[in-house]
């Protein structure tokens, strides 16, 4: 059974999740934008670092909206593509198939998601992970 929605998250909670998105690709010297969005996949907090690619904002966006309005990482559908049956995935609209989205989750409920865009699809997803384990 998939997880429930709950509040949509607040701002603060939103910038926390981006600071520490962004705090892990400054360690690794990773230019990258990131988008946090509520649960119905609307933006709330949006951050580009200096000289990160102009095509990472909208795929960031693209992203977090995904992990929300699915209730999954994006790498789940990056994954299914390998699948026999995978490239269904292209037929869902709104599903990015790209890891770096992942739904951030508040007392066990999806408040929202964040997308991260700017690196490989590995450094992007170590960003993602970073946001999540900081709320």
């Not at 998939?2 to 705090?23: E, N, T």
């Not at 690619?53 to 909206?65: L, M």
């Not at 992942?102 to 690196?119: F, N």
């Amino acid at each position: 059974m998939s997880q429930s929605y709950g509040s949509p998250i607040r701002l603060d909670a939103a910038k926390r999740a981006a600071a520490a998105a962004l705090d892990a690709a400054k360690r690794n010297n990773w230019t990258m934008a990131v988008a946090v969005v509520d649960i119905a996949g609307e933006l709330v907090y949006f951050e580009k670092m200096d000289d990160t690619q102009n095509g990472s904002v909208r795929v960031a966006a693209a992203k977090a909206r995904s992990a929300a309005l699915f209730k999954r990482p994006t790498k789940a559908f990056q994954d299914s593509l390998t699948a026999p049956d995978g490239v269904r995935i292209l037929g869902l609209e709104g599903a990015v198939p790209v890891e770096g989205g992942v739904p951030l989750v508040i007392e066990g409920l999806i408040v929202g998601a964040i997308g991260v865009s700017g690196g490989t699809s590995q450094q992007d997803g170590v960003c993602a992970k970073a946001a999540v384990e900081s709320i």
